[in-house]
């Protein structure tokens, strides 16, 4: 069979996005009840694991857009989870710092999330699980050269 006919569920974009939406579709509903979206569970974890950083560093990690995460951040503000202060070595930038209450609620949604992860990878062996996420890694992280 010639690659034009060859079936979309035989073709790594539409795999990647249909396993992708339903990951998403049960994270959802999995942060849902801690108030959380899968983008701010992102952002706090990120502040929790690396410490204050600026709104554009956040935005890169999570290959987010400059637009998004400033919307992004300001659900967390609103909730009280991360704070904005000014940057000290750069008066027109802001850092970014998970507050008490974010430090408090990341392991609840840490949960959630792994909850959301079980669910979705029912049906996958444990060696198959860490297979798929090192696949993964190697496709989405540049690799020495690149």
């Known amino acids: 069979m010639s690659d034009a006919g060859r079936p979309l569920d035989d073709r790594l974009g539409p795999l990647l996005g ?15 009840d801690l108030g959380l979206g899968p983008r701010e569970f992102g952002a706090l974890s990120l502040l929790v694991q690396h410490g204050p950083q600026s709104q554009q560093r956040l935005g890169e990690r999570q290959g987010i857009d400059r637009t998004t995460m400033v919307a992004i951040v300001d659900a967390l503000e609103r909730k009280g989870l991360v704070e904005r202060r000014r940057d000290p070595r750069d008066r027109r930038a802001y850092s970014l710092e998970a507050t008490d209450e974010g430090r408090r609620v990341l392991p609840l949604a840490s949960a959630a999330a792994d909850r959301a992860e079980d669910e979705v990878l029912a049906g996958v062996t444990p060696a198959d699980r860490r297979r798929l996420k090192d696949l993964l890694r190697r496709i989405a992280e540049p690799g020495p050269g690149a």
């Open 18 to 32: 249909r396993a992708h939406l339903a990951h998403r579709a049960v994270t959802e509903r999995a942060l849902a």
